[in-house]
């Protein structure tokens, strides 16, 4: 029987396993396969220096290396965070992707690395997306805290309330949100709303600082929009534009004292218009010389002005007057008018 065969050292387990053995004569260490040991034979004389390579199962060295990245991505994504001395605010703009926001928190130090913010927004994040806004990072966050975050809306700040009353021309809605946001920028806001008078919905709002103008003027058309849906099928059904329904509600924002009279001025403007007559209203001087209504909007109108321009109230009066109580007078008659006139404001 051959030698090597009949060391039992586990040489007949296969032809992948290794043995090592010297040589006596050069002192080597020499590597060879058990192949390579059956064909070529080996001298009694070597023979007992020939010892088995134990072999480590394939499994068992895949599990260690899989353990050992793991390890080292565990440590790496919740420790070895970037050193930050201060909190840090960013703005997420409408319609920023994921990619741009995770490099610039890359940028500003805030994150480690982008790759890694955006495997753990996926996880994290809710159902509604990316949400807008400013987002306060505390100092030394980690990178699954500022994932979670982002992903779920967290701004970790109070958003500013803003009110826009009605009847608020742009002018005046700009000067209101630059004393409001620290960045807002008047002339810009103004530049960009040329045209946008009337459609600028007034109501409570609730913006952070570093909101964009444009963010600022959708979230203001978008209201304006959703109101109009509302009573799009009163409009169509009223015959008039919307344009003439606006302009009327703007100059109902400055003529009536409320709901107990607006309707019915409103339907004393739309017969004086049908009548040719000028609407002679204080709130646009150029009424007392011009027939008809205004070229455009000469404020943003609230929701009851609009209802009442789209629903005039039918009556026999032609003429109006408010006392120094806000209380309403009606007249059908120039005569009569002049002596509520008389009698009211003198």
Request: no cysteine; glycine share 8%.
């Amino acid at each position: 029987m051959d030698p090597v065969r009949s060391r039992g050292h586990g040489l007949e387990r296969g032809l992948g396993g290794f043995v090592e053995f010297y040589y006596k004569n050069n002192r080597k260490l020499k590597r060879y396969t058990d192949r390579d040991l059956l064909l070529n034979g080996m001298d009694d004389n070597n023979r007992d220096i020939i010892r088995p390579f134990k072999r480590i199962p394939r499994l068992k060295i895949l599990n260690i290396f899989l353990v050992g990245i793991f390890v080292v991505f565990f440590v790496y994504v919740l420790f070895l965070i970037p050193f930050r001395s201060e909190d840090t605010t960013i703005h997420i703009a409408q319609g920023q992707s994921i990619d741009s926001i995770a490099k610039e928190l890359e940028t500003k130090h805030v994150v480690r690395d982008d790759l890694t913010l955006k495997f753990f927004v996926k996880i994290l994040k809710s159902g509604k997306g990316i949400i807008t806004g400013d987002y306060l990072i505390e100092k030394n966050s980690p990178v699954w805290v500022v994932a979670w975050q982002i992903g779920r809306g967290h701004h970790n700040l109070e958003s500013l309330k803003v009110t826009i009353r009605e009847g608020l021309t742009n002018e005046e809605i700009a000067l209101l949100l630059t004393e409001k946001l620290t960045g807002f920028n008047k002339d810009l806001f103004l530049s960009a709303t040329l045209g946008k008078q009337g459609y600028l919905f007034p109501d409570t709002y609730f913006l952070y600082p570093l909101d964009t103008t444009e963010e600022i003027i959708n979230k203001l058309s978008d209201n304006f929009n959703n109101k109009i849906k509302t009573v799009s099928s009163e409009i169509k059904s009223s015959g008039k534009s919307l344009k003439d329904i606006i302009t009327l509600a703007s100059i109902l924002e400055g003529e009536a004292s409320g709901k107990d009279d607006i309707y019915i001025i409103s339907g004393i403007l739309w017969k004086r218009i049908n009548m040719g007559m000028p609407l002679q209203v204080d709130i646009a001087p150029d009424t007392y010389k011009e027939k008809g209504l205004p070229a455009n909007p000469i404020n943003n109108p609230g929701l009851l002005s609009i209802k009442a321009a789209i629903n005039p109230e039918d009556s026999s009066y032609l003429y109006y007057l408010h006392d120094g109580n806000g209380i309403v007078h009606f007249a059908k008659s120039f005569e009569e008018h002049k002596q509520n006139i008389s009698k009211y404001l003198k």
